[in-house]
C-alpha cells in the first residue's frame, strides 16, 4: 500500500523497537495528513520536549492541542487541514477509565482514595498498555479527527499494548487477588499454603507491620473494582477490534542497522499473528546519497574532482579533502542501502513497497525537519531546509560518468 493510501485511515500506530524514530514518523505522518487537509491528532508518549517544540505547542499534555496555524503555514501548509498533539498521561487515563466503568460518582471516589489503588493503579498489570488503547478508543468514538496517529513505547517482542487487556482483566480476576482480599482467609486454614509461596511471605509480612489496615485497603479495591470487571471485558473487545479493522493501519518503523533486520523481521511476524493491519514499513536515518545511488567510493573519482573543480572552484587539496569525506559518506550509503534491501527480503511481499528516510544532519526538533521526514516518506520534492551539500550534490551528480 502505498504511504498516501495509508492516510485514508483512522488511526495509524507507528511501531518499533528502542529509538528508531517512531514518535518522530508518529509526528511527520499527522503533518502530512493536514497537509492533505485532514485534521489530524497525533497522540504521543514521549515526554522529551523535542516534539513540543517542534510542534509549537508550547507544552504537551494530556488534552490535545491544536497547532496554531501559522506555524504550519512556515512549512507551506495553508488549507484546512489541521494538526492536533497530546501527550498521554497513563495515570490520568487509568482513573478515567475507572471514572468511565463506575456506576456513580461514589464507587469512583471511593476506589481512587483507596490507598492501593493510590499506589498500584500505575504497576497493576497492562493497566499502561489498556489505559493508552482506552483513551485511544474514547478519542476515536469523539469523531472530532479524520485521522488519529498513535506512537507507542518500544517495543522488542511482545506488542504489549495489544495484549494488555487481556492481561489486565486476567490480573483482576485471578484467584489470588480475590483470595487476598478475604482477609479471613489469610488468617484460616487456606492461609498456610498461601504463605508458603515468596510473594504471600511478602504480604504476609506486610501484614503484620500494618496489622488489618493493609488487608482491608486491598479487600474493598478488590471489592470496588469487581463490579467493573464486564464494563473493562466489554471496552478491551471494542478497542481490539478496531485495530484490527481495516479502519486502523500499522507502520513499523526500523533502523538500518544489521541488528534491525533480525528485529524487524520478528517483530513483523508478530504482528502478522495479532492479525493487526499493516500497512507500510519505513527505514529510518539511512545515509543515503542525495542524487539517487550512491556511487561506488573507488569509481568516477577522476571526474569528481573535476565536477568540483568546475562547480567550487576549490584548490585540489580542498577538492581532495571534501572527496575523501564523499568517500567513506558513499561507503555507508552503500552499506545502509544493502541492508534496507535485505530487510525488504526479509518481510517478503507483505510488507508492500519499504519507505527510506534519510539521517538528516541534525535532531528533529523543527517543523521543518519534521516536515522533510514527510516529504521522504510520501515522495513529495525535498522541501527547503537541505543542507547546502546535498543541494549541491543532487544538482550536480558528479559521480554519474
Ligand atoms: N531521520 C532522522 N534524522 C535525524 N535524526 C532523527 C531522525 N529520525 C529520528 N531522529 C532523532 O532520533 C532520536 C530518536 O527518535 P524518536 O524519539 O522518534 O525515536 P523513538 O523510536 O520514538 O524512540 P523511543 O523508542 O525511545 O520512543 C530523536 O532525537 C530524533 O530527533
Ligand atoms: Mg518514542
Redesign the pocket.
Known amino acids: 500500500m502505498r504511504p498516501a493510501d495509508w492516510l485514508a485511515r483512522e488511526v495509524l500506530v507507528t511501531v ?10 508518529a509526528a511527520a505522518l499527522g503533518l502530512e495528513a493536514a497537509r492533505r487537509g485532514r485534521r489530524a491528532l497525533v497522540i504521543t508518549i ?1 515526554p ?1 520536549r ?1 516534539l513540543a517544540d517542534a510542534l509549537d505547542v508550547g507544552e504537551l499534555g494530556h488534552e490535545p492541542r491544536e497547532v496554531p496555524s501559522e506555524v504550519l503555514a512556515r512549512v507551506g501548509i495553508e488549507g484546512d487541514g489541521e494538526l492536533h498533539a497530546m501527550m498521554l498521561d497513563t495515570k490520568r487515563a487509568f482513573d478515567e477509565v475507572v471514572e468511565g466503568l463506575a456506576p456513580d460518582r461514589d464507587v469512583y471516589e471511593r476506589i481512587h482514595a483507596n490507598p492501593i489503588y493510590r499506589n498500584l493503579s500505575d504497576a497493576l498489570a497492562g493497566s499502561r498498555e489498556y489505559s493508552a488503547m482506552d483513551k485511544l478508543a474514547r478519542l476515536h468514538a469523539q469523531g472530532d479527527w479524520d485521522l488519529i496517529v498513535v ?1 507507542t ?2 517495543a522488542t517482542h511482545a506488542l504489549d499494548f495489544l495484549d494488555a487487556p487481556r492481561r489486565l482483566t486476567a490480573f483482576l480476576d485471578s484467584s489470588m487477588l480475590r483470595a487476598l482480599a478475604q482477609p479471613a482467609m489469610l488468617a484460616g486454614r487456606m492461609g498456610l499454603r498461601f504463605l508458603r509461596s515468596g510473594a504471600e511471605l511478602v504480604l504476609g509480612a506486610i501484614q503484620r507491620v500494618t496489622g488489618f489496615e493493609f488487608l482491608s485497603a486491598l479487600s474493598e479495591f478488590v471489592v470496588g473494582f469487581e463490579g467493573l470487571f464486564g464494563g473493562i471485558d466489554e471496552r478491551a473487545r471494542e478497542v481490539a477490534a478496531l485495530l484490527r479493522s481495516e479502519r486502523c493501519g500499522f507502520v513499523l ?1 526500523a533502523g538500518a542497522e544489521p541488528q534491525q533486520v533480525r528485529r524487524a523481521s520478528t517483530f513483523w511476524a508478530r504482528l502478522q499473528e495479532e492479525q493487526v493491519p499493516l500497512v507500510g514499513v519505513i527505514v ?2 539511512m545515509r543515503g546519497w542525495p542524487a539517487g545511488e550512491a556511487p561506488d567510493p573507488d569509481a568516477s573519482i577522476e571526474t569528481a574532482r573535476a565536477w568540483l573543480h568546475d562547480a567550487l572552484g576549490a584548490s585540489s587539496e580542498h577538492a581532495d579533502a571534501i572527496l575523501a569525506i564523499a568517500r567513506r559518506h558513499a561507503a555507508l550509503a552503500r552499506r545502509d542501502a544493502r541492508l534496507a534491501e535485505q530487510l525488504a527480503d526479509a518481510l517478503g511481499a507483505s510488507s508492500g513497497p519499504v519507505r527510506h ?4 544532519d ?4 523543527a517543523l521543518a525537519a519534521l516536515d522533510r ?1 514527510a516529504a521522504h516518506v510520501f515522495e513529495r520534492p525535498a522541501p527547503a531546509g537541505a543542507g547546502p551539500a546535498e543541494q549541491l550534490l543532487a544538482a550536480g551528480q558528479p559521480w554519474k560518468t
Not at 518499533?16 to 514518523?25: E, L, R, S, W
Not at 541534525?362 to 526538533?365: E, F, K, L
Open positions: 518499533g523497537t528502542g529509538g528508531v524514530g517512531k514518535t518522530t514518523v514521549d522529551a523535542r506512537d513505547p518500544p518503523v529510518n536515518r528516510v534519510p539521517l538528516l541534525q535532531d528533529v526538533a521526514i
